[in-house]
């Protein structure tokens, strides 16, 4: 007589205990992972609100444009003053100054260059050097376009004498 055997896999409680680890794993995994994202994204958020509240409370304005044809001194010809006032409740910096679509790179004094700080209720006047491709025809409406670190633009018109 044959007698024949049952072999069974693995008990019941053997595979629930294996189920239950690995369902905690995957799930001790999942809930790391989700708390990164979720602070990079918290992150990202907040430096963006915070950018957009100080571009808000940034305030620039042009309070005087002044052409100078010669201001004096030999390396002083082609001369453009603009006088702006930080009137908004945080400091701006100014990175960029455009006259007639030329960017200026040129200043009278490395006091009167860019980029400046300019502080909450104060002024600061930018004398630059126009090149050859900036230069202003007198009568006629030149553009002055400045930039803030914060992407805010400030564009005018002036006319020279």
């Given at each position: 007589?044959?007698?024949?055997?049952?072999?069974?896999?693995?008990?019941?409680?053997?595979?629930?205990?294996?189920?239950?680890?690995?369902?905690?794993?995957?799930?001790?995994?999942?809930?790391?992972?989700?708390?990164?994202?979720?602070?990079?994204?918290?992150?990202?958020?907040?430096?963006?609100?915070?950018?957009?509240?100080?571009?808000?409370?940034?305030?620039?304005?042009?309070?005087?444009v002044a052409f100078c044809?010669?201001?004096?001194?030999?390396?002083?010809?082609?001369?453009?003053?603009?006088?702006?006032?930080?009137?908004?409740?945080?400091?701006?910096?100014?990175?960029?100054?455009?006259?007639?679509?030329?960017?200026?790179?040129?200043?009278?004094?490395?006091?009167?260059?860019?980029?400046?700080?300019?502080?909450?209720?104060?002024?600061?006047?930018?004398?630059?050097?126009?090149s050859a491709n900036a230069?202003?025809?007198?009568?006629?409406?030149?553009?002055?376009?400045?930039?803030?670190?914060?992407?805010?633009?400030?564009?005018?018109?002036?006319?020279?004498?």
């Amino acid at each position: 007589m044959k007698f024949v055997r049952a072999h069974r896999g693995l008990s019941s409680v053997i595979t629930t205990a294996i189920l239950l680890t690995s369902v905690a794993v995957l799930g001790s995994s999942i809930v790391a992972w989700s708390n990164g994202n979720l602070k990079t994204f918290e992150t990202s958020l907040i430096n963006t609100s915070s950018n957009m509240t100080n571009k808000i409370n940034e305030n620039l304005n042009i309070e005087n444009v002044a052409f100078c044809t010669n201001c004096g001194s030999a390396n002083s010809k082609n001369i453009i003053n603009v006088t702006l006032t930080n009137t908004g409740t945080v400091a701006a910096k100014i990175t960029s100054m455009q006259v007639n679509s030329t960017a200026i790179s040129s200043y009278l004094s490395m006091s009167t260059a860019l980029p400046a700080t300019i502080n909450q209720q104060a002024s600061y006047t930018i004398s630059a050097k126009l090149s050859a491709n900036a230069v202003w025809k007198s009568k006629s409406a030149d553009t002055i376009t400045i930039t803030t670190q914060r992407g805010t633009t400030l564009t005018t018109q002036a006319a020279p004498p």
